[in-house]
């Protein structure tokens, strides 16, 4: 059979906000009104069986619940409620399957996982037979998580605020040997202009046109060595370099001019906005309607990942939410 997302890296989880009402409930997280035990959590964390399913380390009984155990449990757990929710709300039939969770495991079996289904404790055996069930559902019932609305988009434009993705910084940049930094910077001097020097100088290649494509924070994140650091820092239109950085193992000198900077604004960036929420949109959904245990983990961080592969071969990009670390409260 063919596996779908509850047995593969889960990369979407809830946007979640914390209170100090929920600190002190039972549950670790609950969404759009349906609650995750905290009981559940910390049972499934000692599930040897389910760690090698989920991917993470099983915790000793009696110790302190790891908190990376934690939010990776609850990335699973909100995923699997989410797929529920759908179906119930689809009016799709999603009760535990027994036979389904068998035949999935059977399916795993043949890719390594060691474990069989009398492995798995109680907690983890009821989980998994309605995530199952809920996953096979939606799948078969061709259902769709809706169209991405108006309040959608400024949930994930504002959840990215800090991602570098909506920053543009339109950067020429070229580069080659370090024995050619002199010269470079002699016909630098003379007057070349930078997106010309390939042609004064022989071995110098042109890295980055302002002129073609402008970059966005996480492009930047990129570059090698310190050049993201330089980038950012310098002035619109000051000539830099010539900057020694290491490129896939080998040395190289760099010289850049940074021609603008903007941060693109919710109209500007709807057209890729849109898109990328339309096929994330579970995550977005989680995130609307996640409220997590502050014991539990902290703010989930949307983060833009390598989504599916176009006809072209290019990886289109998606959403990721994942539980982050608690957050230290204030003090005074």
């Not at 290491?246 to 960036?269: H, I, Y």
């Amino acid at each position: 059979m063919k596996l779908r997302g509850l047995f593969v890296p889960v990369v979407l989880a809830g946007l979640v906000a914390t209170s100090c009402g929920v600190a002190a409930s039972p549950d670790a997280a609950e969404i759009d009104g349906r609650s995750i035990p905290a009981s559940t959590v910390d049972a499934l964390a000692t599930d040897e069986a389910f760690a090698a399913l989920v991917g993470f380390q099983v915790s000793d009984s009696d110790a302190v619940l790891v908190g990376s155990t934690a939010r990776g449990i609850l990335d699973f757990l909100l995923q699997g409620e989410a797929l529920g929710l759908i179906a119930e709300d689809q009016g799709l039939d999603a009760a535990a399957d027994e036979a389904l969770l068998a035949e999935t495991i059977d399916g795993m079996a043949a890719q390594g996982y060691a474990f069989g289904l009398e492995d798995l404790s109680e907690e983890a055996h009821d989980v998994l037979a309605r995530f199952v069930a809920a996953d096979r559902a939606v799948a078969a019932g061709g259902a769709d998580f809706g169209t991405a609305d108006e309040e959608d988009l400024r949930f994930a434009y504002e959840a990215l605020e800090d991602s570098g993705l909506w920053e543009r910084t339109c950067v020429t940049m070229v580069g080659g040997d370090p024995a050619l930094a002199r010269e470079a910077a002699a016909a630098l001097e003379d007057g070349a202009a930078l997106v010309d020097l390939p042609e004064e100088v022989e071995g110098i290649q042109l890295a980055v046109d302002a002129e073609v494509q402008c970059a966005t924070g996480a492009d930047l994140g990129t570059l090698p060595g310190d050049l993201p650091d330089a980038v950012g820092e310098a002035l619109e239109g000051e000539l830099v370099g010539p900057v020694e950085v290491e490129g896939a193992g080998q040395p190289l000198t760099v010289f850049f001019e940074v021609d603008s900077r903007e941060t693109l604004g919710f109209d500007e960036a709807r057209g890729e906005l849109e898109p990328l929420v339309e096929q994330s949109l579970l995550a977005v959904r989680i995130a609307r309607d996640t409220e997590v245990n502050p014991r539990y983990g902290g703010p989930v961080e949307l983060e833009v990942v390598q989504g599916q592969v176009d006809p072209t071969g290019q990886a289109l990009p998606a959403l990721a939410a994942r539980v982050s670390r608690p957050v230290a409260p204030d003090e005074g």
